[in-house]
């Protein structure tokens, strides 16, 4: 039986975000004040401008944390935890209400398509106080897939 083989592709940047399209599944690394990774499982988008964005609530850690220090790293996943992943790293801003209501919009868009009532939707957003979280993506790393090493993989 073939094994697997760990890939590490280089990618433009046109590639990564076609990659990053259609994968949500996000663990996303922010900075506690002690210097210490804070990660964060989100369902996360790539809006128009090519930036990862993620709705979430002003008290999360994450958002406590990217006010002080908007550095990001990100892990984007695939469905099948199996599959293949790309870490792409950036500066975070965070954009209240109402600033945030019409990005919420599209974030929404960019995860799951049409809202049947979007003002039923903007409500709900300004109801429950949601902020956006906008990464302008800088630097990335290979579309990488597990796999054994290509050396050891006729062994």
């Not at 990774?37 to 128009?48: E, I, Y």
């Not at 790293?89 to 919009?105: F, I, K, Q, R």
């Not at 957003?125 to 979280?133: E, H, I």
Request: with cysteine; proline share 7%; charged share 30%.
């Amino acid at each position: 039986m073939a094994r697997t083989i760990a890939r590490a592709d280089r990618v433009s940047r046109q590639e990564l975000e076609a990659f990053i399209r259609p994968r949500h599944n996000v663990i996303l690394a922010t900075n506690r004040s002690d210097g210490r990774p804070q990660l964060s499982p989100v369902t996360a988008g790539l809006d128009q401008q090519g930036r990862l964005v993620v709705a979430t609530y002003p008290q999360r850690a994450k958002v406590r944390n990217l006010r002080r220090d908007p550095r990001v790293a990100a892990c984007v996943l695939s469905e099948d935890f199996g599959g293949a992943w790309v870490q792409v790293y950036g500066t975070a801003e965070v954009l209240d209400l109402p600033d945030a209501l019409e990005p919420l919009v599209e974030y929404f868009r960019v995860i799951a398509g049409e809202h049947p009532d979007w003002d039923e939707y903007r409500q709900a957003m300004r109801d429950q106080g949601k902020v956006l979280v906008r990464v302008s993506i800088e630097d990335w790393g290979p579309v990488a897939t597990g796999g054994f090493p290509p050396e050891l993989a006729d062994r």
